[in-house]
């Protein structure tokens, strides 16, 4: 069992947009602005999408954006292309020993 | 550019040892640590651990804690994830990671290295 909550999985049509949330506790993702969202294509390494809840790398597409309220952050892409169909993971720091936590996984089906 | 590339795949026995490696390349390798994650077959990520190259300091989690060792080499800007006795449930994607410590995000990932064990 993951320390994040993710759902399973999430689809949407290209060109809508789609939200996925990422739940933990007050020890990391509501006590901190440190969030991130990584994005995982299929026999590829995961890719940094967005940072400290909302900052985007350089080079990630605007079509990204993230957001927290409360214990619960949220991944948001806008204007869906076939491209984006992948996994997606949340990180946060968090205050226990372990210094590292990731969510379960959401995989992106795009219709 | 900023880089980490892994060594490559491997095949084992259980019961036998192996070490991996992650080598940083286009920043200063002892401004971040570096982390150690596992994907299993059609799994999510699980971080094991971490490393500090600055001084070698080590964090791992309890689910790894006494199976694995992190250690790195700073003046070849390279960390390792080594094990003394393979296990066939230790089959599995291992990805290295740049980790700044703070604020807790990972960027780059390496390309991954495949362990297989298996008599």
């Known amino acids: 069992q993951s320390a994040l909550t993710q759902p399973a999985s999430v689809s949407g049509s290209p060109g809508q947009s789609i939200t996925i949330s990422c739940t933990g506790t007050s020890s990391d993702v509501g006590g901190y602005n440190y969030v991130s969202w990584y994005q995982q294509h299929p026999g590829k390494a995961p890719k940094l999408m967005i940072y400290?809840?909302?900052n985007r790398p350089s080079g990630v597409s605007n079509r990204f954006s993230g957001s927290k309220s409360g214990n619960t952050a949220s991944l948001t892409i806008s204007g869906l292309q076939a491209e984006d169909e992948a996994d997606y993971y949340c990180s946060s720091y968090t205050s226990s020993s372990t210094q590292g936590v990731f969510g379960g996984g959401t995989k992106l089906t795009v219709l | 550019e900023v880089q980490l590339v892994q060594s490559g795949a491997e095949v084992k026995k259980p019961g036998e040892s192996l070490r991996i490696s992650c080598k940083g390349s286009?920043?200063?390798?002892?401004?971040?640590?570096i982390s150690w994650v596992r994907q299993m077959p059609g799994k999510g990520l699980e971080w094991m651990g971490r490393?500090?190259?600055?001084?070698?300091?080590?964090n791992y989690s309890p689910s790894f804690q006494g199976h694995v060792t992190i250690s790195a080499d700073k003046s070849i800007s390279t960390a390792y994830l080594q094990w003394s006795s393979l296990k066939a449930s230790d089959t599995a994607m291992y990805y290295c990671?740049?980790?700044?410590?703070?604020?807790?995000?990972?960027?780059?990932w390496g390309q991954g290295t495949l362990v297989t064990v298996s008599s």
């Open positions: 400290d809840v909302s």
């Open positions: 286009g920043y200063s390798f002892t401004s971040y640590w």
């Open positions: 990671a740049r980790h700044d410590g703070p604020t807790g995000w990972f960027d780059p």
């Open positions: 490393i500090d190259p600055s001084d070698s300091y080590t």
